[in-house]
């Protein structure tokens, strides 16, 4: 396996006052650690406070730099940022074409259209050059709010201008909001793609150096899918490591400073973002979890005698995961009926605590205190719903596998979040690849709420490497067997043993993708 950094090509504007362009490109690509190859498409002459001037490169002249590094430097993805002329987006929308006859090349685009003081840099050709040459090329577009109502040539709701870009062949738009203050002290992202729509929110970071914010974020997000992030979570991964870089930015001339992207973004719980189900922004307010008990062995199983068996067992916290057949029918109902209730009882009498898993309505109607619902369950859900599970007392438990899903179980105050699959598991068919020690231990370390390991965890080794990893909760589906009474007491002890263990060293800062 090649120790090779990915490489990505930026194509954009050089910055003499070393705050944009360029310059917060090459920052950003060694904050992930992937090697940018930088290709010069205009020449700026500024400082902190104007532009002076600005010449674009000559076509064969962005020709023979591309040329150079297609020989012996291939991109993963190609960025690009300011582009000077129509024959520059021309030119870039030729090179795609011929790189992906080869292999596949992502394109991230940074419509570059004027500059924060104000200096336009489109003409009514580039803008029609973009629409009909560049966006069906582009995987991932990152304009600002004015950046994508010029595109589309008028002004809509963020939403809905995301919908009307995508439907010009971009597959995913994040429409940056970090420059439309309001009392909310967030910075809210637009994110409309294949894996989810949603707004991402940050804490606004109070300061005037914020030169080089649109261009850092569009190459972290470049970066992260040539790490194989998929668009929303390399969209995740961007957020944070550009509020890191506002958080570091500082003053280099008497105007505003450059942000300074650095490592350290992905270690951080106070970076990851929130992101909505919906188009309503809302999200819980970041308050640390009053304390509780550790979840300890999770027992999964499927019906109330199985339950008894687990809680005669000394396990304190279960779910019943009772899925509904093709052909449920009314009897089969009651059954369910009579099965939540026989299990509420019972853990009622031991003071185990019991999540039910799909059947949130009939579990609340029959007293439930705990339930865990899917990612796509709660999708499902109105915005009253939600709201109404998130401030109703219920002790919910959320899936996730992904960082855009972990962003989105973050606004519902969860009693935990489950990480998974850790290992290859055959209960059910997923999309996801193994999350790995590595990654289990970087939900530990960055979810707001407790974690619980799931997925492939059959034998008191793998328990207890998932203990070691920092999870609150370990479940065990199949690997309790028919006998609890013998199975559980041992896999109880692997989990105190991991738990008392020094914790499994992560390999990198980042996570690994996920799907």
Same mark, same amino acid.
């Given at each position: 396996?090649?120790?090779?950094?990915?490489?990505?090509?930026?194509?954009?504007?050089?910055?003499?006052?070393?705050?944009?362009?360029?310059?917060?490109?090459?920052?950003?690509?060694?904050?992930?650690?992937?090697?940018? !190859?930088?290709?010069?498409?205009?020449?700026?002459?500024?400082?902190?406070?104007?532009?002076?001037?600005?010449? #674009?490169?000559?076509?064969?002249?962005?020709?023979?730099?591309?040329?150079?590094?297609?020989?012996?430097?291939?991109?993963?993805?190609?960025?690009?940022?300011?582009?000077?002329?129509?024959?520059?987006?021309?030119?870039?929308?030729?090179?795609?074409?011929?790189?992906?006859?080869?292999?596949?090349?992502?394109?991230?685009?940074?419509?570059?259209?004027?500059?924060?003081?104000?200096?336009?840099?489109?003409?009514?050709?580039?803008?029609?050059?973009?629409?009909?040459?560049?966006?069906?090329?582009?995987?991932?577009?990152?304009?600002?709010?004015?950046?994508?109502?010029?595109?589309?040539?008028?002004?809509?709701?963020?939403?809905?201008?995301?919908?009307?870009?995508?439907?010009?062949?971009?597959?995913?738009?994040?429409?940056?909001?970090?420059?439309?203050?309001?009392?909310?002290?967030?910075?809210?992202?637009?994110?409309?793609?294949?894996? &989810?729509?949603?707004?991402?929110?940050?804490?606004?970071?109070?300061?005037?150096?914020?030169?080089?914010?649109?261009?850092?974020?569009?190459?972290?997000?470049?970066?992260?899918?040539?790490?194989?992030?998929?668009? *929303?979570?390399?969209?995740?991964?961007?957020?944070?490591?550009?509020?890191?870089?506002?958080?570091?930015?500082?003053?280099?001339?008497?105007?505003?400073?450059?942000?300074? &992207?650095?490592?350290?973004?992905?270690?951080?719980?106070?970076? =990851?973002?929130?992101?909505?189900?919906?188009?309503? #922004?809302?999200?819980?307010?970041?308050?640390?979890?009053?304390?509780?008990?550790?979840?300890?062995?999770?027992?999964?199983?499927?019906?109330?005698?199985?339950?008894?068996?687990?809680?005669?067992?000394?396990?304190?916290?279960?779910? =019943?995961?009772?899925?509904?057949?093709?052909?449920?029918?009314?009897?089969?109902?009651?059954?369910?009926?009579?099965?939540?209730?026989?299990?509420?009882?019972?853990?009622?009498?031991?003071?185990?605590?019991?999540?039910?898993?799909?059947?949130?309505?009939?579990?609340?109607?029959?007293?439930?205190? !705990?339930?865990?619902?899917?990612?796509?369950?709660?999708?499902?859900?109105?915005?009253?719903?939600?709201?109404?599970?998130?401030?109703?007392?219920?002790?919910?438990?959320?899936?996730?596998?992904?960082?855009?899903?972990?962003?989105?179980?973050?606004?519902?105050?969860?009693?935990?979040?489950?990480?998974?699959?850790?290992?290859?598991?055959?209960?059910?068919?997923?999309?996801?690849?193994?999350?790995?020690?590595?990654?289990?231990?970087?939900?530990?370390?960055?979810?707001?709420?407790?974690?619980?390991?799931?997925?492939?965890?059959?034998?008191?080794?793998?328990?207890?490497?998932?203990?070691?990893?920092?999870?609150?909760?370990?479940?065990?589906?199949?690997?309790?067997?028919?006998? *609890?009474?013998?199975?559980?007491?041992?896999?109880? *002890?692997?989990?105190?043993?991991?738990?008392?263990?020094?914790?499994?060293?992560?390999?990198?800062?980042?996570?690994?993708?996920?799907?």
């Amino acid at each position: 396996m090649s120790d090779r950094p990915p490489v990505i090509w930026s194509i954009a504007g050089t910055d003499s006052g070393g705050g944009a362009g360029l310059a917060a490109d090459q920052r950003m690509a060694d904050a992930f650690g992937v090697h940018l !190859g930088s290709v010069v498409a205009a020449i700026t002459a500024q400082n902190s406070q104007r532009i002076t001037h600005i010449a #674009p490169v000559g076509s064969q002249r962005l020709d023979v730099q591309l040329a150079a590094l297609e020989e012996d430097m291939p991109p993963a993805v190609v960025k690009t940022g300011l582009l000077g002329t129509v024959e520059h987006i021309e030119r870039v929308a030729a090179w795609i074409d011929r790189l992906r006859s080869r292999a596949p090349v992502a394109l991230v685009v940074d419509p570059v259209l004027a500059a924060s003081t104000g200096a336009s840099f489109a003409t009514g050709d580039s803008l029609r050059a973009y629409r009909e040459l560049l966006l069906p090329r582009t995987t991932v577009l990152t304009p600002n709010r004015s950046e994508a109502a010029r595109l589309l040539g008028e002004e809509a709701e963020v939403p809905v201008m995301a919908q009307r870009l995508q439907a010009m062949g971009v597959p995913t738009v994040c429409i940056k909001g970090g420059d439309n203050a309001d009392d909310s002290g967030l910075s809210l992202d637009w994110l409309s793609s294949p894996n &989810a729509d949603g707004w991402l929110a940050s804490e606004r970071i109070a300061t005037p150096h914020n030169h080089g914010t649109g261009c850092s974020f569009a190459t972290a997000v470049a970066s992260a899918m040539a790490l194989g992030f998929v668009s *929303a979570d390399a969209a995740v991964l961007a957020k944070m490591a550009t509020t890191h870089a506002l958080v570091h930015g500082y003053a280099a001339g008497a105007g505003a400073g450059p942000v300074r &992207a650095r490592p350290g973004f992905a270690s951080l719980p106070e970076r =990851l973002p929130r992101m909505s189900w919906s188009a309503s #922004p809302m999200f819980m307010p970041r308050k640390p979890a009053p304390p509780r008990r550790a979840l300890g062995l999770y027992a999964i199983v499927d019906s109330a005698d199985r339950l008894a068996a687990v809680l005669d067992a000394g396990v304190r916290t279960v779910q =019943l995961r009772i899925k509904t057949p093709a052909d449920a029918n009314d009897a089969w109902h009651e059954g369910l009926r009579e099965q939540i209730g026989r299990s509420i009882a019972a853990c009622r009498a031991v003071d185990a605590e019991l999540f039910v898993n799909d059947h949130w309505q009939l579990a609340l109607q029959l007293g439930a205190r !705990g339930l865990h619902l899917g990612q796509e369950d709660l999708a499902a859900l109105t915005d009253h719903e939600r709201h109404e599970l998130t401030h109703g007392g219920i002790a919910l438990g959320i899936s996730s596998h992904s960082l855009w899903e972990l962003c989105r179980a973050a606004t519902m105050n969860p009693r935990y979040v489950a990480c998974g699959p850790v290992w290859p598991t055959l209960t059910k068919a997923m999309p996801w690849r193994p999350q790995g020690t590595h990654n289990l231990g970087w939900w530990c370390d960055m979810s707001p709420a407790p974690v619980v390991a799931i997925g492939g965890i059959l034998d008191t080794s793998l328990a207890h490497e998932a203990a070691r990893c920092g999870a609150d909760g370990v479940c065990i589906v199949r690997g309790i067997g028919e006998d *609890a009474a013998h199975t559980v007491p041992a896999f109880e *002890a692997a989990i105190e043993s991991g738990k008392r263990m020094p914790r499994i060293a992560r390999h990198s800062e980042l996570p690994h993708p996920s799907l």
